[in-house]
């Protein structure tokens, strides 16, 4: 089969994980008998340069003409002074808005040979932990209104949290149909004792669980969750919540697992198309040194082959290869905690022999 795959290398390591990428891709094809076709698409700060604007048109137009999208990083120091409009990261935001991308899918698993790098308590971490993050992404904070005015203290600035039962209910949908799939169980973060936003998402998710009598749903403020995840990560298994306490709590779970080097994501909607991504940002102090960690990137083409493109058997290679070159003690420069590491590209070659 030919599958379409929209390429937004971006800014920083972006290039080169997504290149790495797609040497998988390729090899994985060659061994299944598949086509990945890739259509370049420049968005992020590198089109920031280019055409003055993070998203342009027809950017969005490659993305919604493929069958998904994988995407390296954008963002940099350099465009920090832009207006919030011109930001390289309105690239990310268009391309979810654009292809209808409401939820993020973000697992974060203690691999056994990688517990020594866990900032985590030896007995904690001997314990391991296998959660996903499911938070939503077209919604609240990040998308609501905002702007600055005049006041008697100066000028003042204001973000706006709305959600709707729609919105809620959608995500939620999505947590437990996952956790049907794993261990059965669903945690939702709000901070319902203090904005009604978050009220309402609870009530939703309350009305919700009624249907899925079979997966036990509990409640949890987003600040006790995220002592939680430090104190006891094994106990969850799918983390619903919104846009803003997502973005914060799968970084923290991410360190949790060693490095935020090893954690993929997926975006997804109502269809199949998704977009892949890393969850690391661009890393611009070391782009161009052959330093970065492709792995993350990596396994989000596996999320990609199982999730958009319905290809379990080379989904799982592409994990026994990262599993099989960390097993043989293989290590970037994020993973090593001090020890001997390798180049970027020596991983991906060591994956690629694997494979």
């Known amino acids: 089969m030919t599958h379409r795959i929209a390429l937004v290398r ?19 094809g060659g061994e299944y008998g598949h086509t990945f076709e890739y259509a370049n698409v420049i968005a992020g700060g590198a089109a920031i340069d280019l055409f003055g604007e993070p998203l342009p048109k027809q950017a969005l137009e490659k993305c919604l003409d493929s069958d998904s999208v994988l995407l390296g990083a954008v963002g940099g120091p350099r465009w920090d002074t832009l207006p919030g409009h011109l930001r ?13 991308l409401y939820a993020n899918i973000r697992p974060a698993k203690l691999m056994e040979d990688l517990k020594d790098a866990s900032p985590l308590r030896r007995e904690t971490a001997d314990r391991g932990f296998d959660l996903v993050i499911v938070r939503e992404l077209t919604g609240g904070l990040y998308f609501g209104k905002s702007g600055r005015y005049q006041s008697e203290d100066g000028e003042t600035a204001f973000d706006t949290e709305t959600y709707s039962v729609k919105e809620v209910r959608r995500i939620g949908k999505v947590a437990f149909d996952l956790a049907r799939l794993r261990h059965g169980h669903v945690t939702s973060i709000d901070k319902a004792n203090v904005m009604e936003s978050s009220r309402l998402w609870r009530e939703t998710i309350h009305a919700l669980a009624k249907e899925y009598p079979d997966v036990p749903c509990r409640d949890m403020l987003v600040d006790n969750a995220a002592m939680q995840l430090v104190q006891n990560p094994a106990q969850f298994d799918v983390i619903v919540t919104s846009n803003l306490f997502g973005d914060i709590l799968s970084d923290e779970a991410s360190q949790l697992t060693g490095s935020i080097g090893m954690l993929p994501s997926a975006s997804l909607g109502e269809g199949t198309r998704g977009m892949y991504e890393p969850i690391h940002g661009s890393a611009p102090d ?15 083409v596996s999320m990609m082959l199982r999730l958009s493109f319905g290809l379990e058997k080379e989904a799982a290679a592409v994990e026994e290869a990262v599993d099989a070159v960390l097993k043989d003690g293989l290590r970037t420069r994020d993973i090593a905690r001090g020890g001997a590491f390798i180049k970027g590209s020596e991983m991906t070659r060591a994956l690629l022999e694997k494979l």
Not at 94 to 99: E, V
């Open 286 to 300: 070391i782009a161009g040194q052959d330093a970065a960690n492709p792995l993350a990137t990596i396994l989000s």
């Open 88 to 100: 390289p990261e309105r690239a990310l935001l268009g391309i979810r808005k654009g292809l209808g």
């Open 10 to 28: 971006g800014d920083g390591i972006g290039p080169e994980i997504v290149d790495a990428a797609c040497q998988v891709l390729d090899r994985i």
